[in-house]
């Protein structure tokens, strides 16, 4: 079986220290998985962005540090990214306002990702945009992306 090529949003990482919310484990169970080498993870410049701008250094380091503990690829950016992600904010799948969050499924899209893992409900993890992403992918020659939690993954082999 071949091996899923995710890509890890932002609020991945933040639940990765967060024992107090829904799917903690479920996280934590995924990062171990990435450990022992069931899925190619990656994440992007856009995600390091992110993560860099959290308030709390002792959590904002932590949280950077898991790209190297686990050996997380990261994307960088690219025109194909930026174009498909204004495309996104055409369609009216992802709001203007929301440019990291286009780029985020923009960036795994380019990239021929298999997945993106978000708890981002707002305007990634939503209907709309796991009905549409896949729509406009084609439209603009890129294959579909789907976008779930850690649960809809972890334990894909069994």
């Given at each position: 079986m071949k091996k899923m090529n995710i890509y890890l949003e932002t609020t991945v990482f933040n639940r990765y220290f967060e024992p107090e919310r829904d799917s903690y484990s479920e996280t934590r169970l995924l990062f171990e998985e990435i450990a022992a080498g069931k899925y190619e993870a990656y994440t992007s410049v856009y995600v390091i962005e992110e993560l860099s701008n959290t308030a709390d250094a002792l959590k904002r380091n932590d949280m950077l540090e898991l790209i190297s503990r686990?050996?997380?690829?990261?994307?960088?950016k690219s025109a194909q990214a930026m174009?498909?992600?204004?495309?996104?904010?055409?369609?009216?799948?992802i709001s203007e306002a929301h440019t990291l969050d286009r780029l985020h499924v923009a960036c795994a899209s380019a990239n021929g990702l298999d997945a993106i893992i978000s708890f981002n409900f707002s305007h990634i993890n939503r209907?709309?945009?796991?009905?549409?992403?896949?729509?406009a992918n084609k439209i603009y020659g890129y294959e579909p992306v789907s976008i779930c939690v850690p649960l809809e993954v972890i334990g894909n082999d069994e």
């Open positions: 686990y050996n997380i690829g990261i994307l960088d174009a498909l992600a204004d495309q996104y904010a055409r369609l009216g799948i209907l709309k945009t796991k009905i549409m992403i896949p729509y």
